[in-house]
């Protein structure tokens, strides 16, 4: 990995010799001078967010989406992927947008303006949050020794040393964001500089690495301060602003407004199955109708202008939302707690997924219902419970279904499957292989072309979609 640097403006040059400082005296007395902060928000924060964008929604969010029975690949290189045929190509420009688009920004962003706490603790973790997803997806990572000049050919660290070191990040994170006074920061993509936003961003994000180690009761405890309302949603909002060229328009709809029109969509995805009231096998019962959140997730592969759900030219995307920390609580409570705690979180997040709010207003007129379950419908012979299991079994297996449907189009779903195939398999959401010749599912994506051939740190060669990652074997 060869350290790349962004270009910085830099006026200290002129104060070498006595005359260039009789040339700058008075400089800092300029009222339209341009300052660290000014540098840092325009420059570096905004660029590097869109990044974040990319790395978190784009190329290899969809392929998770196929690998977890949410999206279908129907022609072109999409077809391929879908029947798990990959190359380290596909890899190179989200790994590039993290480790050359992100971490040499976000450092700086620190190292000139230290006492600048809420910029300090926004980009701690925006760096968290992207080298938990390299981790999250390929294993060992190259992360202690990057972005530092004297080093070359970073090494990779162990993937559970990363989480480790991740969470002390996040850690500093939210004793910076807890120092820090909410501004408003147009460059702040996100959350527009608002501090208790990011500070429970920060705890979410460190539940979910806890979760992807199987910590539950770290986990549970973290989740307890992580995002506790819709408002507080990391999410990718797109501008509309024609005369922007990059963030303008949701990023699945781009992509079937470009070139891969009729390559990717859900189709009769196992999730579209699972949500169909036609379906006989679906998820709606007595106290749940999924008509509207149906519709809502149907991603029309042969026209981008076809989609006004989640593929619509402007919907939001989120990436660390609501959702996801109060089901990781009710997971957590489920292992860690007890059943009532458990039940408790879930139907908190039905309360709100039955007021509509998660819809836009092209499906506000759809039937939807999410009643509150009780501890009968759990209990063996019970309407979630027909094979008569555990009840606290029975109530897991919904909340990570739950999860499964919740987390579409991020990378819970690939996550859970991975988590949860060795030791939980009476949890596992069963969405089957794509190809019927396949034997088992992939487990991690490939490392950077670009990256194996230039790290003499990097392995001899990628160990393969199928090798399992250190947290899940």
């Given at each position: 990995m060869k350290t790349i640097k962004s270009l910085i403006i830099i006026i200290g040059i002129l104060l070498l010799t006595p005359s260039c400082q009789k040339m700058v005296e008075g400089i800092n007395d300029n009222p339209n001078k341009i300052t660290p902060d000014d540098i840092l928000a325009k420059d570096f924060l905004t660029g590097t967010m869109l990044a974040n964008v990319d790395s978190e929604l784009g190329h290899?969010?969809?392929?998770?989406?196929?690998?977890?029975?949410?999206?279908?690949?129907?022609?072109?290189?999409?077809?391929?992927?879908?029947?798990?045929?990959?190359?380290?190509?596909?890899?190179?420009s989200p790994w590039h947008e993290i480790y050359v688009g992100m971490i040499p920004n976000l450092r700086y962003i620190r190292k000139s303006a230290p006492d600048d706490k809420l910029l300090v603790g926004i980009s701690e973790v925006l760096e968290a949050q992207s080298i938990g997803t390299a981790a999250s997806l390929f294993g060992d990572v190259p992360y202690s020794e990057i972005d530092d000049p004297a080093i070359a050919d970073p090494k990779f660290d162990p993937q559970k040393d990363v989480f480790n070191n991740l969470i002390g990040l996040l850690d500093a994170a939210i004793t910076d964001l807890n120092a820090a006074t909410s501004r408003s920061l147009a460059a702040d993509i996100y959350f527009n500089g608002n501090a208790s936003k990011w500070l429970a961003t920060a705890y979410t994000l460190k539940a979910r690495y806890y979760l992807d180690m199987k910590d539950y009761s770290n986990a549970y405890q973290a989740a307890q301060q992580g995002i506790s309302s819709a408002d507080g949603n990391m999410k990718f909002t797109p501008t509309g602003d024609p005369t922007i060229t990059s963030g303008n328009k949701n990023l699945f709809y781009e992509l079937l407004a470009g070139s891969r029109s009729g390559d990717i969509g859900t189709g009769n995805s196992f999730l579209m199955q699972l949500l169909d009231p036609a379906n006989t096998d679906s998820r709606n019962n007595a106290k749940t109708d999924e008509t509207a959140r149906f519709e809502y997730y149907k991603i029309d592969e042969t026209s981008a202008n076809a989609n006004k759900g989640v593929a619509s030219e402007f919907e939001p995307q989120k990436m660390v939302s609501f959702e996801e920390n109060t089901l990781i609580l009710a997971e957590c409570a489920a292992r860690t707690v007890d059943f009532n705690t458990a039940l408790g979180y879930l139907n908190q997040l039905r309360e709100y997924l039955n007021t509509g709010a998660f819809l836009n207003a092209n499906f506000a007129g759809e039937p939807y219902k999410y009643d509150d379950y009780v501890a009968d419908d759990f209990a063996v012979g019970g309407m979630l419970n027909t094979d008569g299991i555990d009840p606290t079994r029975?109530?897991?297996?919904?909340?990570?279904?739950?999860?499964?449907?919740?987390?579409?189009?991020?990378?819970?779903?690939?996550?859970?499957?991975?988590?949860?195939?060795?030791?939980?398999?009476?949890?596992?959401?069963?969405?089957?292989?794509?190809?019927?010749?396949?034997?088992?599912?992939?487990?991690?994506?490939?490392?950077?072309?670009d990256e194996l051939n230039s790290n003499s740190n990097a392995p001899a060669e990628d160990p393969g979609i199928y090798a399992v990652t250190p947290v899940n074997q």
């Open positions: 290899l969010d969809r392929i998770a989406g196929m690998w977890s029975g949410q999206l279908i690949g129907f022609q072109s290189l999409y077809a391929n992927i879908y029947g798990y045929n990959i190359s380290t190509a596909e890899s190179v029975a109530l897991l297996r919904q909340i990570i279904e739950e999860r499964y449907v919740s987390g579409f189009l991020t990378y819970i779903p690939f996550d859970d499957a991975r988590r949860l195939r060795k030791s939980d398999t009476d949890l596992e959401v069963p969405f089957p292989l794509n190809p019927s010749s396949a034997t088992k599912y992939p487990e991690r994506f490939p490392y950077s072309a």
